[in-house]
T-cell receptor, first 112, second 113 residues
């Protein structure tokens, strides 16, 4: 099992560009999450999906959109990137009856 | 406003020392509190706590929750250099009929040989 995979690992964008961060899990988990991690601020929840076909806003959803394409995949889209979106982005998944979230390796995004 | 506060923000100890990391929270509709260890990559799960006063233990690590005083502690005894990491506390709460997860800023632990 690959667990939770994320692509790309690194990305540099110019202000106003768009991009999609991809996340996939092969653990048959129902719930998937997108977080951003900034220095001194811990992890902040952007969006999550409790099951295929549903998505909900987290703590910091502005400037982002998500798609739960199927049970395996949960993508995060930046329509018009801003320097404030420079961060490390983590995707996570969880079995709905379980305790822990399993995290992907992260995507380091820089917006110039 | 829901928040999770960890202290100290950073801590430097020597091998063999015992450390206590703190996590206090203010959330409505609390569901659970989780501890994660983050080294240079993704966080890895340590404990989940839902009930007050019941200690969870795994080797040299243990944790307990106080739902009355709204805090949790993570203890590490006989620390080793491999314990060096950022330790994250997260609180799962029901907000607007949805489950939300709020993380603290983390405690950076450095264990020197």
């Amino acid at each position: 099992n690959a667990g939770v995979t994320q692509t790309p690992k690194f990305q540099v964008l110019k202000t106003g560009q768009s991009m999609t961060l991809q996340c996939a899990q092969d653990m048959n988990h129902n719930s998937m999450y997108w977080y951003r991690q900034d220095p001194g601020m811990g992890l902040r929840l952007i969006y999550y999906s409790a099951s295929e076909g549903t998505t909900d806003k987290g703590e910091v959803p502005n400037g982002y959109n998500v798609s739960r394409l199927n049970k395996r995949e949960f993508s995060l889209r930046l329509e018009s990137a801003a320097p404030s979106q420079t961060s490390v982005y983590f995707c996570a998944s969880k079995w709905s009856g379980g305790n822990e979230q399993f995290f992907g390796p992260g995507t380091r995004l820089t917006v110039l | 406003e829901d928040k999770v506060v960890q202290s100290p923000l950073s801590l430097v100890v020597h091998e063999g020392d015992t450390v206590t990391l703190n996590c206090s929270y203010e959330v409505t509709n609390f569901r659970s509190l989780l501890w994660y260890k983050q080294e240079k990559k993704a966080p890895t799960f340590l404990f989940m706590l839902t009930s007050s006063g019941i200690e969870k233990k795994s080797g040299r690590l243990s944790s307990i929750l106080d739902k009355k005083e709204l805090f949790s502690i993570l203890n590490i005894t006989a620390t080793q250099t491999g314990d060096s990491a950022v330790y994250l506390c997260a609180v799962e709460a029901e907000i607007n009929n949805n489950n939300d997860m709020r993380f603290g800023a983390g405690t950076r632990l450095t264990v020197k040989p």
